[in-house]
């Protein structure tokens, strides 16, 4: 049969059983009758151009070697995996370790996890956690709505009559340019003294709240003074609720006005550019004050929407976007004749962060040009709202229309799509300073339960892009007791410094009533919220009876980890809640397909899969057995989840009732018995309340030895089943050293030391001074060759990690070491488990040339086999290393072992980045398999942006009349401008920041980003296996065979001939990237499912209020300064780059 000719590069498979040894080359003599050398098939020598024929017979040596036979090189592969195997047995120390701990029955108890019994009182417990943070939220939702109620609106209200803590006041002093201090310090700004708290990791005041008030409103206005008059007695049931819940956080009232109010009290962690917290514009608020939306945003871009009107059409559309959470759904369009949208998405996507920044980038890139017709706009919106083919949110409906104004009202248009139901709500924003007739565009909003709202500057943008949700949230209020339900968020970072938090919202309704006819308010005042702190979860989850690869893991409805071993945002303060999918937190296939929805559908469940896990160091891929059982968090949005591995079915807990044992194991981990006994690294876990932690595991060790010189391991502060179990792990390998390691001579197998690992916490290594070079995590759980070590059997190889970017290793006093690992597994009573890992770190060159004479044709171990001129002999790896390339690759496809001196120093490298041709040919060949997969919370150095000159230029400056008139000083126009100067002095698009400030900054330096991962694993050839890499006279045979018992392939290759030919090269490094492609994801969304409420509708609902333009009043002083900058044409002071700070 014809074999097909090949790409350069490329390789197909040999016999399975004969070799291919080069034209010309013979086979060695063996006893007997000797063996006619194998041709190979005649195809493939047809494929080499008959010119290149004569110089391979004629090459020099040809005649004396070839290349060695299949059943020779499967010899060498039997002898590394024997003297692997006998070094192993001898000072791996599996079958004595064994046996010790059979000696030792009596000190230890084998305990089971019963997962669904497990998963079920972890879920009670997390249940009755929140119940309690409920119970306080729904007393001070209450309370506030009674307060509201009974306080009598005062006009003539002053900031001197009002006593508060400034949350900001402090920050402000320090900078001589702020607002308070050009108008002079009020008296009514409280000054508190503060202690630090470690539950709240920050400085605190228990006798106070704090106020938060955004920079761009005004304190003195007469709403804000109000505000803060009737939420002062909010602070009485703070100091209730937590005299009664001491664990209570953050306790928060976010008004709808902007006014921030929380306890306790705590200097506001301003960032050092200018801070733009508002409240309302938080995931947490806007969940809590409206159901979840379907919306679609038009934007007219016809000839007259040009230059600064476009630009505030293209922020406000961003800013529109930043309202919205992950239950909603959105789609956003331009229109002029014809209405297209701005993005690849042709329906509603869900409004998750990274489908928002498609929108984004997609507005950007709008054009004005043509005519206006807002019926191609409206008649598309509403056909996107009416699509019942796709999955959105199903509650609140709404366009919203950008436009410089119009005068068709399109009646026809909401006749037919609309009316009479007015199922769809519609908000119109006139965009930008003109003289056009606004009557149009207000009539369309309040013709179908909208709002109309302007725009006339940069300013006005973040204020009238967040006031629609009181609109929605009116039938919400008219709903009462009915929509007092609390929802519970995504995972998000607080912004006073908690770490990761959750928050329970409930929405504050204004009870009062407007006017003699007892007409009943339906505006929210805003939404109350109590943080839970995840760590506060995680503390009721079990922490080492799950074995090191057990875990437990909680998902919301849309599936996104609550809980998660993967959960690890690597940036702070970012804008969005952390949004990690369960399938991207793990490695995505069919199976957690569905168990996550059947969690989100709150069901319980069961189910054993066979899956990939990524290793902690995300080098590798083991396919790998686990079992997960779940079942629903009651009264929450919450599933819960448990991961167990067969062989964490049972557990070790330590029984030592021994006082006289206690104390002679615990003298095994003083650092006087080292020398002796081998250096102990112990777990950095939290063994007792007083214990002092240390990253430094000297340190520690020292600090929990002073620790427990004042108590036992009885004692209640302690955790006894941490610590019995810490304390009987160190008196089992002491008895490993006693029986096995003291005796060997280590040298003698170029060992560098031999180690025992623990669940219980104990890493001992032998001898002493082998720690010195010991880099391996004290946490047996967090170190990656004790977690694969568990998932795999036999021996697994750790070469020592090398990124491509590094130089390359120092051999030097023979330091550099190869772990070799391997799970000791107990069968008690018919009960298996794993609770130890023991291994050997083999010295690298003395066994680099101790793999060239086990992968050689040496009979006796003194002297090499020569090969005489007139004999016919095999290459081996030893004597033609200058020909043949011998290698050890693990499963990674990272370097072990080679002939090759030079290639020493890139042992730990992948090994395309040593030989790109043949790790290319093993992969073609399917001895790896490769999985690429992306990691969503990286970290990455921002994008350097110019700095955009031209836009100041559209900042309104009045003329010398307006200065000189003071009726202008109060007016909007002046209120807009002081709005169009603190936007401009902190958007990159009007000023560039401050390269100092980026410099200093870790948050200029540092955003989050999308993270390429590329892993490589065993693939399905299992055989010893012959293969060419056919490039013409660039050719290689190689042979390739994985060790039993092992993760090592064996790799014979002829060396490379010439380069001319190389292959593409493979990549395993991690790279930056922007994901997946988010138009094709889009079309197979994943399974979700909306809150189980929706309050849009309410017959009740008063829609006579639809449209204004009113903001808070300006800042006189800050006017005038402001003015005065532009008028005398001093630059104002830089201002860096802005980021918007957490949520509390």
Same mark, same amino acid.
């Given at each position: 049969?014809?074999?097909p ?10 016999p399975?059983?004969?070799a291919?040894?080069w034209?010309g ?8 009758p ?6 190979p ?12 024929l004569?110089?391979?017979?004629a090459?020099?040596g040809?005649s ?9 090189m ?12 006998g070094v ?10 064994r ?34 943070k409920?119970?306080a ?22 900031? #001197? ?13 320090d ?10 310090s009020k008296?009514s700004n409280?000054?508190?003294?503060f ?8 400085k ?25 008059n009737?939420?002062?007695a909010? #602070? ?11 664990t ?9 006005t ?12 301003a960032? $050092? ?14 969940q809590?004050?409206?159901s979840?939306?379907?919306m679609?945003?038009i934007?007219?871009?016809s ?6 009107t476009?630009?505030?059409m ?5 800013e529109?976007?930043d ?14 004749? $014809? ?15 990274r489908n928002?920044?498609v929108f ?10 043509g ?7 409206f008649?598309?919106?509403f056909d ?31 006749? $037919? ?22 009557t149009p565009?207000?009539?369309m909003?309040?013709?179908?339960k909208?709002y109309?709202?302007e ?12 006031e ?22 995504n995972?998000?970072e607080d912004?006073l ?23 009943k ?11 839970v702190?995840l760590?506060?979860?995680k503390?009721?989850t ?10 437990v ?6 599936g ?8 690890k945002?690597q940036?702070?303060?970012?804008r969005?809640?952390v949004t ?8 995505e296939?069919e199976?957690?397909?569905?168990i ?15 899956? +990939? ?7 590798y ?12 968090i ?11 591995p067969p ?6 807990q330590?029984?030592?009732s021994?006082?006289?044992l ?8 003083l650092p /006087?018995?080292?020398?002796?006994e ?5 777990a !950095? ?8 932690a240390?990253d ?19 004692s209640?502060?302690?955790?006894? @089943? ?15 050293? #006693?029986?096995?390691w003291?005796?060997?001579?280590l ?18 290594? @032998? ?9 391996e995590?004290?946490e047996?759980f967090?170190a ?13 190889f750790?070469p020592p990690?090398?990124d491509a ?9 023979d330091t ?9 597994e107990l ?10 890992v023991?291994?050997?770190? +083999?010295?690298?060159e003395?066994w680099?040339?101790k ?7 040496r009979?006796?171990?003194?002297? !090499?086999?020569k ?7 095999e ?18 496809? @990272?370097?072990v072992? /080679?002939?090759q ?14 030989d790109?041709n043949?790790?290319m ?14 990691d ?7 994008q ?17 009349a ?5 009726a202008w000083?109060?007016s909007?126009?002046?209120?807009s401008?002081?709005?169009?100067l603190l ?13 100092a400030?980026?410099e ?6 540092? /955003?989050?980003c ?12 299992n ?5 060419i ?5 660039? /050719? ?6 994985? +060790? ?7 790799v014979?290759?002829e ?21 997946p ?5 889009v079309q197979?969304?994943?399974?979700r ?8 509708y309410?017959?009740?609902?008063d829609?006579?209020d639809?449209?204004r ?12 300064s402001?003015?005065?900058?532009l ?18």
């Amino acid at each position: 049969m014809a074999v097909p000719a090949q790409t350069c590069g490329a390789s197909r498979p040999g016999p399975a059983r004969t070799a291919l040894p080069w034209p010309g080359r013979s086979p060695r003599p063996g006893p007997g009758p000797r063996r006619p050398a194998a041709r190979p098939p005649r195809p493939l020598l047809l494929l080499l151009p008959p010119l290149l024929l004569l110089p391979l017979l004629a090459a020099p040596g040809a005649s004396a070697y070839s290349f060695p036979q299949q059943h020779t090189m499967q010899h060498w592969a039997r002898r590394l995996e024997q003297e692997i195997d006998g070094v192993m047995r001898i000072f791996g120390g599996v079958q004595q370790l064994r046996e010790i701990y059979k000696d030792n029955r009596n000190l230890f108890e084998v305990q089971e996890n019963e997962p669904q019994k497990l998963v079920e009182k972890v879920a009670g417990d997390i249940e009755s956690l929140l119940d309690r943070k409920v119970q306080a939220l729904k007393k001070l939702a209450d309370a506030a709505e009674n307060f509201q109620k009974a306080h009598r609106w005062q006009d003539n209200i002053k900031e #001197e009559d009002i006593m508060y803590y400034d949350a900001k006041a402090d920050a402000e002093l320090d900078d001589p340019e702020s607002e308070d201090v050009e108008r002079g310090s009020k008296a009514s700004n409280l000054r508190l003294d503060f202690v630090e708290d470690s539950n709240f990791k920050n400085k605190v005041n228990y006798s106070y709240t704090a106020v938060q008030i955004p920079t761009d409103i005004y304190k003195g206005s007469t709403v804000i003074l109000n505000e803060l008059n009737w939420t002062e007695a909010l #602070e009485n049931v703070f100091i209730e609720n937590r005299r009664q819940d001491p664990t209570l956080l953050w306790q928060v009232f976010g008004s709808a006005t902007g006014v921030t109010r929380y306890y306790p009290a705590t200097p506001w962690r301003a960032p $050092k550019k200018i801070d733009l917290y508002d409240v309302r514009r938080r995931p947490w608020y806007i969940q809590g004050a409206s159901s979840p939306k379907d919306m679609v945003i038009i934007v007219d871009v016809s000839g007259s929407v040009s230059g600064l009107t476009l630009k505030l059409m293209k922020t406000s559309v961003c800013e529109m976007l930043d309202t919205l959470s992950d239950d909603d759904y959105v789609n956003v369009a331009s229109f002029n004749e $014809k209405a297209q949208p701005v993005s690849c998405f042709t329906h509603l996507v869900q409004a998750n962060v990274r489908n928002k920044k498609v929108f984004k980038e997609a507005v950007q890139g709008m054009v004005a040009k043509g005519t206006t017709g807002y019926k191609a706009g409206f008649e598309y919106a509403f056909d996107q709202l009416q699509n019942s083919n796709i999955t959105r949110a199903n509650c609140n409906k709404m366009i919203m229309m950008f436009t410089d104004g119009g005068e068709d009202r399109v009646q026809d248009v909401f006749e $037919k799509y609309n009316w009479p139901n007015r199922t769809v709500r519609v908000f119109t924003f006139s965009v930008g300073q003109h003289n056009y007739d606004v009557t149009p565009l207000q009539w369309m909003a309040c013709a179908n339960k909208g709002y109309y709202f302007e725009i006339p500057s940069i300013g006005a943008i973040r204020i009238n892009t967040q006031e629609y949700l009181d609109v929605l949230g009116r039938p919400m209020v008219l709903a009462g007791k009915e929509a007092k339900q609390v929802q519970w968020t995504n995972v998000y970072e607080d912004a006073l410094g908690l770490g990761l938090v959750v928050t329970g919202t409930l929405p504050v309704f204004n009870l009062t009533q407007d006017g003699p006819g007892e007409k009943k308010n339906q505006l929210i005042l805003g939404v109350m919220g109590i943080d839970v702190a995840l760590n506060d979860i995680k503390r009721l989850t079990p922490n080492y009876t799950l074995g090191a690869n057990g875990y437990v893991f909680a998902i919301d409805l849309n599936g996104y980890v609550l809980l998660h071993p993967n959960l690890k945002p690597q940036t702070t303060n970012f804008r969005e809640p952390v949004t990690l999918d369960f399938l991207d937190a793990e490695l995505e296939d069919e199976n957690k397909e569905e168990i996550r929805r059947s969690m989100i559908d709150g069901n319980k469940g069961h189910k054993q899969i066979r899956t +990939l896990v990524k290793s902690l160091d995300e080098r590798y891929i083991d396919e790998v057995m686990r079992n997960y059982t779940w079942v629903p968090i009651r009264s929450t949005n919450y599933s819960l989840g448990l991961v167990l591995p067969p062989y964490s079915t049972f557990y070790l807990q330590a029984n030592l009732s021994d006082q006289i044992l206690q104390v002679k194991y615990f003298e095994f981990l003083l650092p /006087s018995s080292f020398e002796s006994e081998g250096h102990v690294f112990i777990a !950095p876990r939290e063994y007792c309340k007083d214990l002092n932690a240390s990253d430094n595991n000297t340190e520690f060790l020292k600090n929990f030895i002073e620790l427990m010189e004042k108590v036992t391991p009885d004692s209640k502060q302690c955790n006894n @089943f941490l610590l019995h179990n810490l304390i009987l792990d160190t008196g089992i390998t002491q008895q490993l050293v #006693e029986r096995v390691w003291r005796d060997q001579d280590l040298n003698t197998y170029s060992l560098l030391a031999v180690f025992a690992a623990t669940d219980g916490g104990i890493t001992r290594i @032998f001898p002493n001074k082998a720690a010195e070079d010991w880099t391996e995590n004290p946490e047996p759980f967090n170190a990656s060759f004790y977690r694969r070590s568990l998932d795999n059997h036999g021996y697994v190889f750790k070469p020592p990690h090398q990124d491509a970017l590094l130089r390359p290793l120092e051999l030097e006093n023979d330091t550099v070491g190869i772990l070799v690992s391997t799970a000791v597994e107990l069968s008690l009573g018919g009960r298996t488990l794993r609770p130890a890992v023991v291994g050997v770190k +083999l010295d690298l060159e003395a066994w680099a040339e101790k793999f060239k004479v086990l992968a050689s044709n040496r009979t006796h171990q003194d002297q !090499p086999q020569k090969c005489g001129p007139s004999s016919h002999c095999e290459m081996d790896c030893e004597v033609n290393n200058e020909d043949l390339l011998c290698i050890l690759i693990d499963d990674g496809g @990272f370097l072990v072992l /080679s002939n090759q001196n030079h290639q020493w120093d890139q042992v730990g490298r992948f090994f395309s980045e040593v030989d790109a041709n043949l790790m290319m040919a093993l992969y073609n060949n399917s001895f790896y398999t490769r999985k690429e997969s992306y990691d969503y919370q990286a970290a990455c150095a921002p994008q350097p942006q110019g700095n955009l000159g031209a836009a100041p230029r559209g900042v309104f400056v009045p003329t010398v009349a307006d200065f000189l008139n003071l009726a202008w000083w109060t007016s909007a126009a002046a209120w807009s401008l002081f709005q169009q100067l603190l936007y401009g002095l902190i958007s990159h698009s009007w000023f560039q920041a401050d390269p100092a400030e980026a410099e200093s900054n870790p948050e200029a330096r540092e /955003s989050s980003c999308v993270m390429k991962q590329t892993q490589y694993y065993f693939g399905s050839v299992n055989a010893s296996y012959n293969a060419i890499i056919d490039c013409g006279n660039c /050719s290689r045979l190689f042979h390739a065979q994985r +060790l039993t018992n092992t993760n090592l392939l064996f790799v014979v290759a002829e060396k490379p001939l010439c380069s001319q030919c190389e292959a593409g090269r493979l990549l395993q490094k991690e790279t930056h990237s922007d994901g997946p492609e988010q138009c094709e994801l889009v079309q197979r969304p994943r399974y979700r499912r909306g809150p189980h409420i929706c309050f849009d509708y309410n017959a009740t609902e008063d829609t006579s209020d639809c449209g204004r333009g009113a903001s808070f009043p300006p800042s006189l002083g800050v006017l005038v300064s402001l003015q005065l900058l532009l008028l005398l044409g001093l630059p104002p002071r830089p201002q860096p780059q802005v980021y918007a700070s957490r949520r509390l």
